[in-house]
């Protein structure tokens, strides 16, 4: 399955898109078992709903785990960024006011 988006780094939100075109296959493959008749028709269906349903299990533990990784590294960084405030509180607020600044420009267009 090819992935149609990519985040900005490069891990997080292509997990949506690929459960979104498995439920697609899914309603596909029904829609088709629904057209034919008979519990050959029936069995296939049942195969393919388990098959895309596994898949969905996998890619939700998945970013059930690079969440988890995101989040520790946000915490990391958070760490490091109030080290550098404390060190140079001035520097900070600074760039605190620069971006209140251009954020309160932009707002105003």
Do not use: C, N
């Not at 939100?13 to 034919?36: F, H, S």
């Amino acid at each position: 399955m090819a992935k149609t988006s990519k985040d900005t780094f490069g891990y997080l939100g292509t997990e949506r898109m690929e459960v979104r075109e498995l439920l697609g296959q899914l309603a596909t493959a029904l829609e088709e078992m629904a057209k034919a008749e008979g519990a050959e028709a029936i069995k296939t269906a049942r195969e393919t709903a388990r098959r895309l349903a596994r898949e969905a299990e996998s890619l939700v533990d998945d970013f059930a785990a690079k969440a988890e990784d995101a989040k520790t590294a946000a915490s990391e960084h958070r760490d490091e960024l109030e080290g550098l405030i404390r060190e140079r509180p001035w520097v900070a607020l600074s760039l605190a006011a620069a971006a209140g600044f251009l954020l309160a420009t932009l707002v105003r267009r």
